[in-house]
């Protein structure tokens, strides 16, 4: 099942295929393409949006400072 993150504006959707991450930017349309960098596979699910914060940080500006799961399961 994918997961959704709003990266500091920027849509994330990480899917687990096996014991990797695949990592897809998303958009409002629907479509979804390769991100341009990976998950390490010891990444826990409930790790995934402190990991995110952490990578895009200097992306963080006032109006979007946080990460934020868009869907729970």
């Known amino acids: 099942m994918p997961i959704r993150f709003n990266v ?5 959707i990480v899917e687990r295929h096996g014991n990797d991450w695949r990592v897809y930017y998303g958009s409002d349309n629907g479509v979804k393409r390769p991100a341009d ?5 010891d990444i826990e699910e409930n790790q995934l949006g ?4 952490d990578l895009f940080h200097e ?4 109006n979007n400072s946080e990460v934020m799961r868009l869907d729970h399961a």
């Open 59 to 62: 992306h963080a500006r006032p």
């Open 8 to 12: 500091f504006g920027m849509f994330v």
């Open 37 to 41: 960098f990976v998950i390490p596979n």
């Open 50 to 53: 402190l990991y995110l914060a």
